[in-house]
């Protein structure tokens, strides 16, 4: 335990606690939408927002999140409005936005290399007072929406027709999920690096589904798994001087493979349960379904 002993790595800790927590908590309802990849083209936007704040000499993770909650509005716009051609709109605004940061790295003031691989893949070093300060803030915001909201968050995600129909605003809660995810990612980026967040809103979810049959249990888990692997890639990362990052990454996908494999065994008991059960038994849900009958419990 000596590594509490070091500023750094408090620091470093208690980033990665929020970005394990905040991270799955949004990804739940991307995975529902199914826009799992929203995170990856955010990361990408807020890059310019890094390159501006280095420019600009004002602090990067501001700079980043006011880019980045452009960029998912932008996106959502693209998405109602863009037709046949919206593929294309979003694919340079991903890749403008990254050529935009690199740019302004470069053209800042001691701008280098070093700066930019530290927001593209995490550093531990780097994180400082002011960062977990504005981590806090931002992580504060993204709990208070995805558990305040959760009822109309999950009714829009599974079926927008029918949220729009019981008289919920979905595309102000839409708007509202893609500027929460932008504040994720500049909330993530510190620790596990821009080009790597989306993994971390993806993966617990997908391996907290292995096992969970409703909802809630998968939030719950989602996020169990995430604080995990967010203070064990920290921690392995100052032990054995690896990209904090890559490790957390990596991490949750060992993560995914352990819970599939003892998933499959629990689906096999369960099935043979249900058919022994015959007829009148109850029906074997998977994670998703089971979440859609927890939507008629939720609802608003």
Known sequence: MDFLDYAFMQRALLAAVLVGITAPAIGIYLVQRRQALMGDGIGHVAMTGVG??????????????????????????????????????????????????????????????ANLTSYLFGSLST?????VTAICLLAGFVVLVTLGLRRQLFAVSQDEEFARVTGLPVRALNLLTAVTAAVTVTVAMRVVGLLLVSALMVVPVAAAQQLSRSFAATFAVAVAIGVSVTLGGTITSYYQDVPPGATIVLLTIAAFLLLTALAAPLARRRARAAAAAGPAGDPVECAIPASREAGGKVGV
């Open 52 to 113: 501006l704040g280095f420019l600009l000499s004002a602090s990067p993770v501001w700079m980043a999140t006011l880019t980045s909650v452009v960029g998912a509005i932008l996106m959502e716009l693209i998405r109602w409005y863009g037709r046949t051609r919206g593929d294309i709109a979003l694919a340079m605004l991903f890749y403008g936005g990254m050529a935009g940061g690199v740019m302004f790295i470069n053209l800042a003031p001691g701008g280098s290399n």
């Open 127 to 131: 994180v400082s007072q002011s960062d």
